[in-house]
């Protein structure tokens, strides 16, 4: 009769072990791979549901609370309430950027002259006075940006995003991943 000894059932346990270590890492990097693939699916359809949106409206949509869907990006998202996924959290928000650009040239206003009085020759009056700065006037246009953030304590999923969007403009700073989203609305 074959039975089975202390030494054997050890023996047996520590080859299941050893399959179960060389098997769990590869099982967790693949689980690691599909939530990256999430992540990257729900950024695209965040980003072009904003596109959308703002070439239907002329605007981005209203910024969002973390988890959110923006109105206007509901469509992208059927039948999910929300942004919030196993490891990580998206977000849109907007931006405002402000850039000076020169103002347009001042009409030039002709003195005023009594009724009786000669216009002067050369045209110059003698109140008239170099302006205050000799510096080009600047005017403030303000335009809005919209940004998609992933909000992740996975570190590597956050530096995961940076390397798939790595041609778009996109950042790391402490546990979010930002993707401003290029262009103005189209409106």
Do not use: K
């Not at 999430?38 to 409206?57: C, H, N």
């Not at 030039?108 to 109140?127: F, H, I, K, N």
């Not at 335009?143 to 790595?166: D, P, T, Y």
């Amino acid at each position: 009769m074959n039975r089975i000894g202390t030494g054997d059932a050890m023996m047996g346990l520590a080859v299941v072990t050893l399959l179960l270590a060389a098997i769990l890492p590869t099982l967790r990097a693949r689980a690691f791979d599909r939530v990256i693939e999430s992540a990257v699916a729900d950024v695209d359809a965040l980003r072009l549901a904003a596109i959308r949106s703002s070439s239907a409206t002329g605007a981005w949509p209203a910024a969002a609370a973390p988890g959110i869907v923006p109105l206007g990006a509901a469509a992208a998202f059927p039948g999910d309430s929300a942004l919030a996924r196993d490891g990580y959290t998206l977000e849109w928000r907007l931006w405002e950027r402000v850039e000076e650009v020169p103002a347009p040239p001042r009409p030039e206003t002709p003195p005023v002259l009594d009724a009786d009085e000669e216009p002067p020759v050369g045209g110059l009056v003698s109140t008239d006075a170099p302006p205050d700065s000799a510096l080009a006037e600047v005017i403030e246009v303000v335009h809005q940006e919209g940004a998609i953030v992933v909000h992740s304590s996975r570190q590597l999923l956050l530096v995961a995003l940076l390397r798939h969007f790595g041609s778009d403009v996109s950042f790391v700073a402490d546990t979010m991943w930002t993707l401003l989203v290029s262009g103005e609305p189209v409106g």
